[in-house]
Every structure is written in structure tokens, then in C-alpha cells.
């Protein structure tokens, strides 16, 4: 029991991280442009990444 409730702790800690650091990368790129701009879809898809990188480098890190 005490192993899942570590396990949650970690996944919404990496959740976190991830959603924060994509969502500052986006606002500072974007200029105040909604994300549904075709000019904003670059920018939409390099967060989604840096989002995705950051919570496989936390996953990958917490097996080691």
C-alpha cells in the first residue's frame, strides 16, 4: 500500500512538471496567439514533446 501511494505521489509530481514546463514554453513562444492558430501548431507540437522528454526522462530515472 505505502508503494502506490509513492507511485501517485511521483505521477502527479511528473504530471506537474511536465504540463508546467510545456505550458511556460508556449506562452513564451507563442505571443499571446491561441493555440488553435495554424501558426501556433509548431509551437503546440514542440511543447507536446518537451512535455512527453520530461516525463520519460523522470520515468526513466525513477526505474534506475
Known amino acids: 500500500r505505502r508503494q502506490a ?3 501517485l505521489a511521483f505521477n502527479l509530481a511528473t504530471f506537474l512538471l511536465a504540463t508546467a514546463a510545456a ?3 508556449f506562452r ?7 493555440p ?6 509548431p509551437i503546440v507540437l514542440l511543447a507536446a514533446v518537451t ?4 516525463s ?5 530515472q ?3
Do not use: E, N
Open 36 to 41: 488553435m492558430d495554424r501558426g501556433c501548431w
Open 5 to 7: 501511494v509513492l507511485k
Open 28 to 34: 513564451s513562444l507563442a505571443d499571446g496567439r491561441p
Open 23 to 25: 505550458g511556460v514554453l
Open 51 to 54: 512535455a512527453d522528454v520530461i
Open 62 to 64: 525513477a526505474i534506475r
Open 56 to 60: 520519460m526522462a523522470a520515468v526513466s
